[in-house]
T-cell receptor, first 115, second 113 residues
Framework: AQSVTQLDSQVPVFEEAPVELRCNYS??????LFWYVQYPNQGLQLLLK??????LVKGINGFEAEFNKSQTSFHLRKPSVHISDTAEYFC?????????????FGKGTRLSVIA | ETGVTQSPTHLIKTRGQQVTLRCSSQ?????VSWYQQALGQGPQFIFQ???????GRGNFPPRFSGLQFPNYSSELNVNALELDDSALYLC????????????FGEGSRLTVL
């Protein structure tokens, strides 16, 4: 079975500063990795995904993430955050070669951007 | 292209009652998954339907059941509601079962009193 650990439950950061949201996963098989964002009172929106190929993945709204197989990590980064980036961010993993592949989510990291 | 829509958006029930939540999947998507998101937690997988058949189930009791219709819309039914069932219920559709890329609706927030 797969699992995801998001190491920080809350991350406060000043506007225009860089940010990194950390995600580690556990799996005995190869995985697909995702980051989703949830704004207040809304569903989840896909930010980016790693399926294969280049380990540096670029997503929407200026976010990027790097897949590191040896460290089983998939950290999310943005070089300069905006107030509008304040939201809950979820890392998720699926196992494409195990038949049924539900997404397994971490508990989330609340990003608060301070003006 | 129409996204995933869910109804109702909010509802309040009392313990022991039954509830039905509905979901229309994104156009062209044949797979629907349901997740429960308790306050302050990540979404937890309830079950998935592929072409009207249950295709996988998470660690939820049998009083959580579902259906998928020929047009790929779906229902989540919960019987004998408990206080801990209070949560945001998210429906997500996908084009296939392989990549795990899901497109979510905005959820139905259930409060059980």
């Amino acid at each position: 079975a797969q699992s995801v650990t998001q190491l920080d439950s809350q991350v406060p950061v000043f506007e225009e500063a860089p940010v990194e949201l950390r995600c580690n996963y556990s799996s005995s098989v190869s995985v697909y990795l995702f980051w989703y964002v949830q704004y207040p009172n809304q569903g989840l929106q896909l930010l980016l995904k790693y399926l294969s190929g280049s380990t540096l993945v670029k997503g929407i709204n200026g976010f990027e993430a790097e897949f590191n197989k040896s460290q089983t990590s998939f950290h999310l980064r943005k070089p300069s955050v905006h107030i509008s980036d304040t939201a809950e961010y979820f890392c998720a993993v699926s196992a494409p070669n195990s038949g049924n592949t539900p997404l397994v989510f971490g508990k989330g990291t609340r990003l608060s951007v301070i003006a | 292209e129409t996204g995933v829509t869910q109804s109702p958006t909010h509802l309040i029930k009392t313990r022991g009652q039954q509830v039905t939540l509905r979901c229309s999947s994104q156009s062209g998507h044949n797979t629907v998954s349901w997740y429960q998101q308790a306050l302050g937690q990540g979404p937890q997988f309830i079950f998935q339907y592929y072409r009207e058949e249950e295709n996988g189930r998470g660690n939820f009791p049998p009083r959580f059941s579902g259906l998928q219709f020929p047009n790929y819309s779906s229902e989540l039914n919960v019987n004998a509601l408990e206080l801990d069932d209070s949560a945001l219920y998210l429906c997500a559709s996908s084009l296939d079962r392989v990549t795990g890329e899901l497109f979510f609706g905005e959820g139905s927030r259930l409060t059980v009193l």
